[in-house]
């Protein structure tokens, strides 16, 4: 089974540096794998997408040898599933508020006897270079389950979160966090500092990794610098109208 490279990272210290994907398209998807990212994350969650799509975009993405972390619309057991069978490196629960609700995602990201995963798909081993049986007998210890903190709840429960047993990182939404704690939203906010150090903090003592969603490249080197180890440096809409506005303010008197 072909190694999960951007697990390899993470457990090396990272960084990580990854493209945010939202468009629905497999198509850019099979560019953009191609860029030199350490991993993409197929967002299900806001991106325009059902199942087929995220299941085309992970296997364009497995397919140019990236890794797909899909980030799911929410912690159901039917989104985890449906992700990992396609063949994604990892995926990312949102809205983990509580214990129980980390304890729920890696239930439904790992096979028994470490959760509740039923077996079965034939794409998923297809992502990894391997057969059914391959990957069954590894995809615990080299798929990923990541738990996002995201609301004031999260942040007050994140260190029984960082505890659950076979919960692999927590990553930051640090827009809705702001939402959450009646801030502005920003994702560079600079009054997160306190609750992303907490964070931080509870990540560090169970030995956890911990991502962070970025504007751009030069904020994704910022929070590298504070201890963040994995982080996107583009995002493929953002990106697009950025480059079409300014070809197209050439033109314009």
């Not at 994604?88 to 995963?117: H, N, Q, W």
């Not at 077996?119 to 059914?132: E, I, N, Q, R």
């Not at 963040?228 to 314009?252: I, S």
Request: charged share 15%; proline share 7%; net charge negative.
């Amino acid at each position: 089974m072909r190694d999960n490279t951007f697990q390899n990272l993470l457990q090396a210290g990272g960084p990580a540096y990854g493209v945010w994907l939202s468009l629905p398209s497999p198509a850019a998807a099979r560019q953009l794998a191609r860029v030199g990212a350490d991993f993409l994350v197929v967002d299900a969650e806001h991106g325009p997408m059902g199942a087929e799509t995220m299941t085309a975009l992970v296997a364009a993405i497995a397919d140019a040898g990236g890794c797909p972390v899909v980030r799911i619309a929410e912690n159901t057991t039917e989104n985890v599933k449906r992700a990992l069978d396609a063949g994604a490196s990892a995926v990312i629960g949102p809205m983990i508020d509580t214990a129980e609700e980390a304890a729920a995602l890696v239930a439904a990201a790992k096979f028994p006897p470490v959760g509740r995963r039923s077996l079965g798909s034939a794409w998923a081993g297809l992502a990894f270079d391997t057969t059914l049986p391959g990957y069954f007998a590894e995809a615990n210890t080299k798929t990923l389950a990541i738990a996002q903190i995201e609301s004031a709840a999260g942040l007050s429960n994140v260190e029984a979160i960082a505890a659950v047993p076979g919960l692999d990182a927590l990553f930051v939404g640090p827009v809705d966090l702001a939402v959450s704690l009646g801030l502005t939203p920003a994702p560079e906010n600079p009054d997160l500092a306190g609750p992303l150090a907490k964070i931080r903090q509870a990540a560090a003592r169970h030995r956890l990794p911990v991502g962070i969603y970025c504007s751009d490249s030069r904020a994704a080197i910022d929070r590298v610098q504070s201890g963040f180890q994995f982080v996107n440096v583009a995002a493929d809409l953002p990106a697009l109208l950025r480059e079409v506005r300014w070809h197209v303010g050439q033109v314009r008197p």
